[in-house]
């Protein structure tokens, strides 16, 4: 009897001390994961040829892996380091949504307050939807209202200007019966924290949201950035990746304008993931942190991302700062962020306790998808696709298919085609009071497009009196002018990228 119950009692020693190491192993990364991990990482930063790369994966509110990669500026030895600032982009949208909750928790603001509340002179170009336009509204990129990043990107505005300038902006869609991405409602938004808490919406994120998390390095707009520790943006221009001009949209910048490093965007990540907390207070309480991750609405199939075609999610929705899908059975919410030559990517999984950052200094660098699914899978879900690979022929794919399609106008164009008239006449001012302004001169003997923002271009003859656009800031890519011919045999405007701009 004696001897059965040591039998027993070792037994239950045994069970015990292999649950116990299965707890720590759950609490736990080893060492192995995260170098293999590590590998992928690397092997996906060379696939894809990008310069610098900077990415942190937390569990279990633990830092698992934080590591950087490559140089500032390719062709050089500047080292990323922790401490190098990158572009946060629109994965700041989360930010300015999380500081509006902090001013709800305060009772100063509703999230369906209309907006014309707090900001009387805001105007819509719709009567109708200026008065039912809610703060909420803001964040959500179903007003109706279409793409207007041409305000900051053609036009060199003040963000009072900007705002004045939305009330010329036909809807595209019924109000909130679409989806389309639209950056200057968070500029809006941040007006309205501007409005509500009495300092510029730069100010109030610093104060409110960086300073008590210790984020000191962390800058709400590019003007505040005073030192050389920071990423320079990359594109690929005809074949050669090179640096490129770099983007400020400090001017909208609760849209964008945040830059921070991997140190302390960690600790950011965590915050959020651990619904606000943070060490000595939460930013939030816990019903506004269920809200700003709580659906709001539906995103199209067009809206969404691409790689779609291949996680085939059940569900896109968007939340105030973040898109969400389902991904193997959980809910992940994530947000991309996308400078000319800057990219980010903010992914979280609070089922799982798990979330992931990304920064990279390479233009639409989508190894960032790749990177933050194979994060999951490797730390929390399992699976051994290679998101990497997927991906990476997945984009090729879809620049395959342009190149076509190019090739297939091309070949309709009818040959040997003269202008109109000489190249004088087309020659001027042309503008839209939305759209903004351009000039046309001639340089070389060949005509040149001008914009105070985008620079100037060099026209070439394609077809009767349709010219090709070849921008001198190459990584702004090509396009097309057609001019428009009066009854009078004069040019009375022109269409650039679907936009008519008169002439004067």
Not at 311 to 331: E, R, S, V
Request: aromatic share 10%; glycine share 8%.
């Amino acid at each position: 009897m004696k001897k059965i119950t040591i039998f027993i009692v070792s037994i239950l020693l045994l069970l015990s001390t292999q649950m116990n190491a299965q707890k720590s192993k759950k609490g736990k990364t080893s060492i192995d994961t995260v170098e293999a991990f590590d590998a992928y990482v690397q092997k996906a930063i060379k696939d894809w040829e990008i310069p610098g790369l900077a990415i942190v994966v937390v569990k279990n509110n633990r830092v698992v892996l934080k590591n950087t990669y490559g140089t500032i500026e390719l062709g050089t030895s500047n080292q990323v380091n922790s401490e190098t600032l990158f572009a946060c982009a629109s994965t700041t949208k989360a930010m300015t949504a999380a500081a509006l909750g902090i001013l709800v928790d305060q009772g100063k603001v509703k999230w369906d307050d209309p907006v014309i509340k707090y900001l009387p002179g805001f105007r819509l170009f719709d009567p109708y939807v200026t008065t039912q336009l809610r703060v909420r509204d803001l964040f959500l990129h179903n007003s109706g209202v279409g793409n207007t990043d041409f305000l900051w990107t053609f036009n060199s505005l003040t963000g009072d200007e900007t705002v004045e300038k939305m009330q010329l902006a036909p809807p595209s869609y019924s109000f909130r019966a679409g989806f389309i991405y639209q950056n200057i409602f968070y500029h809006i938004a941040g007006k309205v924290i501007e409005k509500v808490s009495g300092i510029p919406w730069a100010e109030f994120v610093t104060k409110n949201i960086f300073k008590p998390l210790g984020m000191n390095r962390t800058k709400a707009q590019l003007a505040w950035v005073t030192d050389n520790n920071i990423s320079k943006p990359h594109s690929k221009v005809e074949g050669k990746i090179q640096v490129i001009e770099r983007d400020t949209v400090d001017t909208d910048g609760a849209a964008g304008s945040v830059y921070s490093t991997i140190d302390e965007i960690s600790i950011w990540l965590k915050c959020m993931l651990d619904s606000s907390k943070y060490e000595g207070g939460r930013l939030v309480r816990p019903a506004t942190w269920v809200e700003l991750l709580k659906p709001q609405t539906f995103v199209t199939e067009s809206e969404f991302y691409p790689t779609q075609q291949i996680t085939k999610p059940n569900f896109t929705t968007y939340a105030l700062g973040w898109f969400q899908q389902d991904y193997k059975g959980k809910k992940l919410n994530f947000h991309t962020g996308s400078l000319s030559g800057e990219i980010a990517i903010h992914g979280q999984m609070p089922s799982e306790k798990t979330g992931v950052y990304i920064f990279a200094n390479l233009d639409h660098a989508e190894a960032r998808h790749a990177l933050m699914l194979k994060a999951f899978d490797h730390f929390t879900l399992g699976g051994d696709t290679d998101w990497s690979k997927e991906f990476l022929d997945l984009y090729s794919g879809i620049k395959k298919k342009s190149e076509e399609l190019t090739k297939q106008q091309e070949a309709k164009r009818i040959l040997n085609t003269k202008p109109s008239m000489d190249l004088t006449g087309y020659v001027g001012t042309y503008s839209d009071p939305l759209y903004g302004t351009v000039t046309i001169s001639i340089q070389n003997n060949l005509l040149q497009l001008s914009n105070i923002k985008a620079g100037t271009a060099t026209l070439t003859h394609w077809n009767y009196d349709s010219f090709l656009l070849n921008w001198d800031k190459k990584w702004r890519g090509k396009g097309a002018v057609n001019f428009h011919i009066n009854v009078e045999g004069k040019v009375d405007n022109l269409k650039l990228d679907g936009v008519v701009l008169n002439k004067q």
